[in-house]
DNA sequence: CTGGGGATGGGGCCC
DNA sequence: GGGGCCCCATCCCCA
């Protein structure tokens, strides 16, 4: 673009926001730039105030409130948080820098309370979507939420732990120390009134769940009980859940259904390492799928506050959150999702290469079992897809149905004819002979319009042009002789046969060469002997596309304009 | 430049 | 509704 031109260029970078925090992940796990220290019965977790400010309302809240009191924090600060165990913390620090969640079944409990203590809306909602109950469930849960304004302050703080978390003593010291700030009043209750206000970076792509579900006893349960595998995490420890380079993980979404395919090592990994992780099924696919997911059938979704999304009537079609695609067909989305992550699930036990979609594992696969199911009927080729034997039968049948519309070259693949038409060659073709028919120069042949350029010839013409059997009888005129006379019906038949696979432009330009062709066919015909019977036809295309040429310079002078 | 094989992503169908 | 499986279109790579 010239220097001089006005007009902003927006340039997507969709890796951006993955590689953003898959740095701020790394940075957390090293302890780097970390100005934060959340604890939780004797755990510590280095990290960052943006980061914890962006995702949860709480500390959002609270250094929000920090710095209108002119502490801006500089300092690095440790907040205490033994309300939240310390696998829920871990897990909801993973979400913050992961954008997933991963938590075994056992463990939803303590996430959602973690998360409804935090602040942090569409992982509670995930969690109460999972566990099957809703934000207005019970009292209680009008009770939780306030809890972010709770956990800013001391009064508040008491009630959590007398109310909630009644069997822990070691709850009630739930302290949080920013500093010296001690906060009474916050901001928090409006923001999380207003869940509008929920700008995080993190669950801005996390769509909010349903919270339209009858209450459930299940509510009862709710309180800051100690967890069963309680594993604090010390400083270091973090981050266990993330792959090697902090990208995300969507270790549940797909297994590869295949003995020798395996997941890879961050799904292997998590069930030899947490066992609990065995029990995690399609509660907690079910869970990041539709956090991911924006519903066409309900558009304000995406935009729509974390917990105050309507239930999503239909997941089908839905909407990537990141290229704004519309993506059809149920269960597709999280597919789709991982061309933006970059993710790769699927790694070949044999090779190590990794795939996107164990459909293309498994296809993968056949490289190494040899097995190649798709053979040719006409040769000993055979094929790992179904297409490839396609396209290998266009060679035995000589059919060359994608004509480019510039050259007429014909090719037998419509990938080579679109290759073809991007080329260079074909380019110095048109502005060289531009020997255009006038249907097909002028009428409905745009620039965009490669579909119908590359249909085969039978279909291209629309029928108001293509009419075999006028164009076959107007052959001879078109040549300047009389029309064409067929012997008898076997003759009329391969001429169809010709005319259905050259295109009646072709063989209306070239008649002579095409009653020469039907001659050789039918001689070889005649002797019993066509070794290149199947063949012929692109033998002679080509014989036709050679003399053509010559022609078309004799040509060119008349049919120029 | 072309032919051919393979990889990738989306959609349809079905369970 | 999610996921497996398949087909298709398209792109990439190599000879």
Redesign the pocket.
């Known amino acids: 673009m010239s220097p001089g031109e006005d007009g902003l260029i927006g340039i997507p970078f969709p890796e951006h926001s993955n590689e953003l925090l898959s740095h701020l992940n790394d940075q957390r796990r090293t302890g780097i730039l970390c100005d934060l220290t959340l604890t939780s019965r004797g755990a510590r977790y280095p990290t960052h105030r943006s980061v914890m400010a962006a995702v949860s309302l709480y500390f959002r809240g609270l250094f929000g409130a920090e710095e209108a009191g002119g502490e801006v924090g500089g300092g690095f600060s440790v907040c205490q948080l033994d309300c939240v165990a310390p696998d829920a913390l871990d897990a909801l620090l993973e979400f913050a820098y992961t954008a997933t969640l991963t938590i075994p079944s056992s463990g939803m409990r303590d996430v959602l309370r973690g998360a409804q203590l935090l602040g942090i809306q569409c992982v509670a909602d995930a969690c109460r979507d999972i566990l099957g109950e809703t934000a207005e469930a019970e009292g209680e849960k009008t009770e939780e939420q306030r809890i972010p304004d709770q956990v800013t302050g001391t009064i508040m703080k008491e009630e959590i732990s007398i109310k909630k978390v009644s069997r822990r003593k070691t709850d009630k010291r739930m302290v949080k120390k920013i500093g010296s700030n001690h906060i009474n009043s916050s901001p928090i209750r409006s923001l999380a009134a207003s869940p509008a206000s929920h700008p995080s970076p993190v669950s801005d792509n996390f769509r909010s769940l349903p919270s339209t579900q009858p209450p459930s006893p299940e509510q009862e349960e709710l309180h800051c009980k100690p967890r069963q595998n309680g594993n604090p995490r010390v400083f270091g420890g973090l981050g266990r859940r993330a792959t090697a380079n902090g990208s995300v993980r969507h270790w549940h979404?797909?297994?590869p259904?295949i003995a020798h395919a395996a997941p890879v090592q961050s799904l292997s990994d998590k069930l030899s390492e947490d066992d609990e992780m065995g029990s995690l099924g399609?509660d907690v696919?079910?869970m990041e799928?539709?956090s991911m997911?924006t519903s066409l059938a309900d558009p304000g979704a995406a935009s729509s506050p974390a917990g105050m999304g309507r239930k999503?009537?239909?997941?089908?079609p839905q909407q990537c959150p990141v290229c704004q695609?519309?993506?059809?067909?149920?269960?597709?989305l999280?597919?789709?999702m991982r061309?933006h992550t970059g993710e790769k699930p699927f790694q070949c036990t044999t090779c190590g290469v990794r795939?996107?979609?164990?459909?293309?594992l498994?296809?993968?696969m056949r490289?190494h079992t040899g097995e190649r199911p798709y053979p040719c009927p006409h040769c000993p080729?055979r094929?790992?897809?179904?297409?490839?034997l396609?396209?290998?039968l266009s060679?035995h049948s000589g059919a060359r149905p994608f004509e480019c519309p510039l050259c007429h070259?014909a090719?037998?693949?419509?990938?080579?004819l679109?290759?073809?038409r991007k080329?260079?060659?074909c380019l110095e073709l048109r502005t060289r002979r531009p020997r255009r028919g006038p249907e097909q120069d002028e009428d409905g042949r745009g620039d965009d319009g490669?579909?119908e350029q590359?249909s085969p010839l039978s279909l291209q013409a629309p029928s108001s042009v293509f009419h075999p059997h006028a164009v076959l009888e107007g052959l001879g005129g078109l040549a300047g002789g009389p029309p064409l006379t067929f012997a008898n019906e076997r003759e009329r038949s391969l001429a169809f046969q010709a005319l259905a696979q050259f295109g009646h432009q072709s063989i209306a330009r070239y008649p002579e060469l095409f009653l020469r062709g039907l001659e050789m066919h039918e001689s070889r015909e005649m002797e019993g002997d066509d070794p290149e019977r199947t063949l012929m036809p692109a033998l002679q295309r080509d014989r036709w596309a050679d003399e053509g040429d010559e022609e078309n310079g004799e040509e060119e002078p008349e049919e120029g304009d």
């Open positions: 979404q797909e297994r259904p399609d696919l079910r799928t539709s997911t999503r009537k239909s997941q089908t695609k519309i993506i059809h067909g149920a269960g597709k999280p597919r789709h061309t795939f996107t979609r164990n459909d293309k498994k296809i993968h490289k080729a094929f790992l897809h179904s297409y490839d396609k396209n290998h060679l070259k090719f037998a693949r419509e990938d080579h679109q290759r073809h080329g260079q060659s490669r579909r590359s």
